[in-house]
């Protein structure tokens, strides 16, 4: 039977689609990444260590004598139940020990019986168990991971910023300026690309050594004033070899290197403003490299739409060229911008993970995925393998992979105009 119609003025609105939720898996991965990134003040923060209270980073605070201790679900071997008796409260522990007629120490060493039974209900529980150093996992890994996805978000950024500008301009200039643009590129593709991250990486580490070190001025002063001495005693400097001369004159030498250590200190930075110039030669090392393929993309687009009759009628009222690009072309680039650039976040968070993996990435003592995973791959062994060193940083790395995918997936749901829902 024939459907009845309905006058297009009587029937009812259509309901409104939110595109941000179209997806559920979508959804799932923005919350899942915005616990990663919230957590990040609290883990950053300090507290209070030993009888100084002295602040620590909470991602740095332990006592090795807690080290390697399991997650609180999983079972202890004997010496571990031991070691966790003694992170009991020493009141509780002198209490349990005085009920049962035993001293402290005794009651430590107990790993069976009532008195283990008692002392277990007091046992510190770290969720995700503790490195070598008794550090907890959990608060490492929450910390690895907002550092990680940080720095894949800024170099993803970076690299979407300087893809758009250089394919967008080499798209609309077009003619010699356009090939020229893509050969550069094409040359840049045939380079290793880790290689030319690690030389980025190694470089900015030896810039930043020599500005603290300050040996090169300090050794380019001594030259300097090794020259003017000679002049004064009367000796020529023309064909001499300076450092010859001062090897032959340990006097001079050690004074001039005296007076250089004097007017040329090295220079001093605190812990924290190293290891921030170290996170942002990162990033920017890898979103300095990774932006070849937005180019191509954006190129492509701007190809297809400065011939489209918009952008002539824009040319032909006279609009400037950086107006056209702002108002007219980068809104319809928008949505290939986006998805791109959750495509690019898990490329540069696997990045910085396998730099940071073979030591050339963040440096230890802040936590990301790729030293947290290293270094739980040297706690396995055939006699005791601490397992969750190495098993909880790369689950949590998968999942926030997996995550960008679900939100690449919401992106697209939210701004592919084809997958619009009428």
């Known amino acids: 039977?024939?459907?009845?119609?309905?006058?297009?003025?009587?029937?009812?609105?259509?309901?409104?689609?939110?595109?941000?939720?179209?997806?559920?898996?979508?959804?799932?991965?923005?919350?899942?990444?915005?616990?990663?990134?919230?957590?990040?003040?609290?883990?950053?923060?300090?507290?209070?260590?030993?009888?100084?209270?002295?602040?620590?980073a909470r991602y740095n605070a332990g006592a090795p004598a807690a080290g390697r201790l399991p997650p609180w679900w999983v079972s202890p071997?004997?010496?571990?139940?031991?070691?966790?008796?003694?992170?009991?409260?020493?009141?509780?522990?002198?209490?349990?020990?005085?009920?049962?007629?035993?001293?402290?120490?005794?009651a430590v060493l107990r790993t069976e019986g009532p008195v283990a039974e008692e002392l277990r209900q007091h046992w510190p529980r770290y969720f995700l168990g503790t490195d070598i150093l008794g550090r907890s996992l959990?608060?490492?890994?929450?910390t690895g991971g907002g550092i990680s996805l940080g720095i894949g978000l800024a170099a993803a950024l970076l690299s979407v910023f300087v893809g758009t500008m250089y394919g967008g301009i080499a798209g609309y200039a077009g003619g010699r300026a356009d090939a020229v643009m893509m050969r550069i590129v094409d040359i840049l593709y045939g380079l290793?690309?880790?290689?030319?991250?690690?030389?980025?990486?190694?470089?900015?580490?030896?810039?930043?050594?020599e500005y603290l070190s300050r040996?090169?001025?300090?050794?380019?002063?001594?030259?300097?004033?090794?020259?003017?001495a000679l002049a004064a005693e009367g000796r020529?400097?023309?064909?001499?070899?300076?450092?010859?001369?001062?090897?032959?004159?340990?006097?001079?030498?050690?004074?001039?290197?005296?007076?250089?250590?004097?007017?040329l200190p090295p220079r001093r930075v605190s812990e924290g403003t190293r290891t921030a110039f170290d996170v942002v030669t990162l990033l920017v090392a890898i979103g300095g490299v990774s932006w070849l393929t937005m180019a191509r993309v954006i190129r492509g687009q701007v190809l297809s739409l400065k011939n489209q009759p918009f952008i002539e009628a824009a040319r032909a009222l006279g609009v400037p060229v950086p107006r056209i690009f702002l108002r007219h072309l980068l809104p319809n680039l928008v949505g290939p911008v986006i998805v791109y650039a959750t495509l690019t976040v898990p490329q540069a968070i696997l990045q910085e993970s396998f730099l940071s993996f073979l030591g050339i990435g963040v440096?230890?003592?802040?936590?990301s995925w790729g030293n947290l995973a290293a270094d739980g791959l040297e706690q396995l062994n055939p006699y005791q393998s601490n397992w969750w060193l190495l098993a909880f940083p790369c689950l949590l790395l998968g999942s926030t992979l997996l995550a960008l995918n679900f939100v690449g997936e919401g992106l697209?749901?939210?701004?592919?105009?084809?997958?619009?829902r009428r």
């Open 77 to 106: 071997s004997p010496d571990q139940a031991a070691r966790l008796n003694a992170r009991v409260d020493p009141a509780v522990l002198d209490a349990v020990a005085l009920r049962h007629d035993l001293r402290p120490s005794e």
């Open 192 to 209: 290793p690309y880790i290689l030319l991250v690690v030389l980025l990486a190694v470089a900015s580490d030896a810039a930043m050594d």
């Open 412 to 420: 697209r749901e939210a701004f592919d105009p084809r997958r619009a």
């Open 138 to 142: 959990l608060v490492r890994c929450l």
């Open 1 to 56: 039977m024939p459907e009845e119609s309905v006058q297009a003025l009587l029937a009812p609105p259509p309901k409104r689609d939110n595109p941000f939720t179209r997806s559920p898996a979508g959804v799932v991965g923005i919350a899942f990444l915005a616990a990663c990134l919230g957590t990040l003040p609290w883990s950053l923060g300090t507290v209070a260590e030993g009888a100084s209270g002295r602040g620590v």
């Open 236 to 263: 020529g400097t023309a064909g001499t070899d300076i450092a010859a001369v001062l090897a032959a004159d340990p006097l001079l030498r050690g004074d001039l290197e005296r007076r250089a250590g004097e007017l």
């Open 215 to 228: 040996n090169k001025a300090r050794a380019s002063w001594i030259q300097r004033e090794a020259v003017v």
């Open 363 to 367: 440096a230890p003592p802040l936590p």
